[in-house]
């Protein structure tokens, strides 16, 4: 079965670094794209990122553009989230996302990891 497990949130003071990895089994990672998301408190869930299956295209949300870098390594199946210049605003849980499958893809999630930005 699919699974997305995310790790490497944390507690980093304004201004700081941290770099979101998220591991994927259960299905051919390299055949599709990958997405970021967060959720604060009292919010809804919004996307933060996304990768082509290749990794040749990224896109981002006008919060993240110019600090936030989504990569990822088809052959340790994993998806990275670099996060530079963090401010108080970012603190959320982060969520890995995957759409999978043919016709209708099922949409799958980690179970999150909690950034926060506090000083």
């Known amino acids: 079965q699919v699974q997305l497990v995310e790790s490497g949130g944390g507690l980093v003071q304004p201004g700081g670094s941290l770099r979101l990895s998220c591991a994927a089994s259960g299905f051919t990672f390299s055949y599709y794209g990958m997405r970021w998301y967060r959720q604060a408190p009292g919010k809804e869930r919004e996307l933060v990122a996304h990768?082509?299956?290749?990794?040749?295209?990224?896109n981002y949300a006008a919060s993240g553009e110019g600090r936030f870098t989504i990569s990822r390594d088809n052959a340790k199946n994993t998806v990275y989230l670099q996060m530079n210049n963090l401010k108080p605003e970012d603190t959320a849980v982060y969520y890995c996302?995957?759409?999978?499958?043919?016709?209708?893809?099922?949409?799958?999630w980690g179970q999150g990891t909690q950034v926060t930005v506090s000083s």
């Open positions: 996302n995957a759409r999978v499958g043919l016709p209708q893809p099922n949409n799958y």
């Open positions: 990768i082509t299956s290749t990794g040749g295209v990224t």
